[in-house]
C-alpha cells in the first residue's frame, strides 16, 4: 500500500525566505505527483504536476522536484510572501490520488 | 471556466438520515474522483469513475456509502443511514483522465453528522 509522508508536518518562516517542504512516498510506480495548495475551508488547487518521466517542474516562485527512484519530492518556495500561507498536499497518482497529510507553512511579516 | 461545482457546501443533519452529496464535473473531463477528509486520516480516495463507470471503489467504508454517475455530468455520494463518523468533508475531483493531466477539486462539503 503506498505511504505518503510530508515533512516537516508545520512551518512558520519570516517573509522573504526561500524554503523546501519535502514528500517522500514508499512505492515508485506511479504516473505522476502533484503539489496542491489548500486554504483553509477551502478546496485544493493544484500548483504543480510532475509526470513520472520528468524530474522537476516550475512555476513562477515554485519549483518542485522528483526523484522516483528514492520516492522523494520537494518543493521549493522563493521569496515567500504572506500569501504563501496555507496547507501544502503532495500526492502520488496511479489515477486515484494518495496524499501525505501536508505541510501547514506560515508566512509571518 | 466553472470548475467543478460541489453542492450543499455544508450539511447538518441528524444520525439515521439519508444525506446525498452532488457533483458537477468540468465539462469535458471523463474522471471523477470523491475524496473525504478529515484530521485523523488527511485526504483519502472513497471511489472514482471513468466515463461514467465505477474502477475502484474500494475505498467506500461499508454498505451504507453508494455513489452513482448517471452522466458524464453528474455524480452523487449518499450516505445512508448516516453516523457522527462520517463527518468530514467530502471532495469531488475531475479530471481529463490522462495521466499527464492533473486533477481539479470542487470547493467540498462540510457535512456534520449529529
Known amino acids: 500500500k503506498q505511504e505518503v509522508t510530508q515533512i516537516p508536518a508545520a512551518l512558520s518562516v519570516p517573509e522573504g525566505e526561500n524554503l523546501v517542504l519535502n514528500c517522500s512516498f514508499t512505492d515508485s510506480a506511479i504516473y505522476n505527483l502533484q503539489w496542491f495548495r489548500q486554504d483553509p475551508g477551502k478546496g485544493l488547487t493544484s500548483l504543480l504536476l510532475i509526470q513520472s518521466s520528468q524530474r522537476e517542474q516550475t512555476s513562477g516562485r515554485l519549483n518542485a522536484s522528483l526523484d522516483k527512484s528514492s520516492g522523494r519530492s520537494t518543493l521549493y518556495i522563493a521569496a515567500s510572501q504572506p500569501g504563501d500561507s496555507a496547507t501544502y498536499l503532495c500526492a502520488v497518482s496511479r489515477w486515484a490520488l494518495n496524499f501525505g497529510k501536508g505541510t501547514s507553512l506560515l508566512v509571518t511579516p | 471556466d466553472a470548475g467543478v461545482i460541489q453542492s450543499p457546501r455544508h450539511e447538518v443533519t441528524e444520525m439515521g438520515q439519508e444525506v446525498t452529496l452532488r457533483c458537477k464535473p468540468i465539462s469535458g473531463h471523463n474522471s471523477l474522483f470523491w475524496y473525504r477528509q478529515t484530521m485523523m486520516r488527511g485526504l483519502e480516495l472513497l471511489i472514482y469513475?471513468?466515463?461514467?463507470?465505477?474502477?475502484?471503489d474500494s475505498g467506500m467504508p461499508e454498505d451504507r456509502f453508494s455513489a452513482k454517475m448517471p452522466n458524464a455530468s453528474f455524480s452523487t455520494l449518499k450516505i445512508q443511514p448516516s453516523e457522527p463518523r462520517d463527518s468530514a468533508v467530502y471532495f469531488c475531483a475531475s479530471s481529463l483522465g490522462q495521466e499527464d493531466q492533473p486533477q481539479h477539486f470542487g470547493d467540498g462539503t462540510r457535512l456534520s453528522i449529529l
Open positions: 469513475f471513468n466515463n461514467n463507470v465505477p474502477i475502484d
